[in-house]
């Protein structure tokens, strides 16, 4: 029999977003726009399977987003 003790288990996890820039593209109305998003464990026990979406074209409409690109800038657990 094996059994352990799961009662010093916390689980946590927190996002936030920032607004990085937004540059005029010259065409009235539209803008480059640059954000960070942070993911971060606030728990003591590690975290897998983590899933971010962030839907743009639900936001803003599908027609005015385009060139979406993401890059890890901090990456601990080696996310692929």
């Not at 728990?43 to 899933?51: A, D, I, M």
Request: glycine content about 10%; some cysteine.
């Amino acid at each position: 029999y094996f059994s352990t003790d799961m009662t010093d288990i916390n689980t946590a996890i927190g996002v936030s977003k920032e607004l990085v820039s937004a540059i005029p593209t010259g065409v009235p109305g539209t803008y480059n726009i640059c954000y960070d998003i942070k993911v971060k464990n606030y728990g003591n026990w590690p975290l897998s399977n983590v899933k971010l979406t962030d839907n743009l074209g639900a936001v803003f409409g599908p027609g005015n987003i385009s060139n979406v690109t993401t890059t890890l800038i901090d990456n601990p657990a080696g996310v692929v």
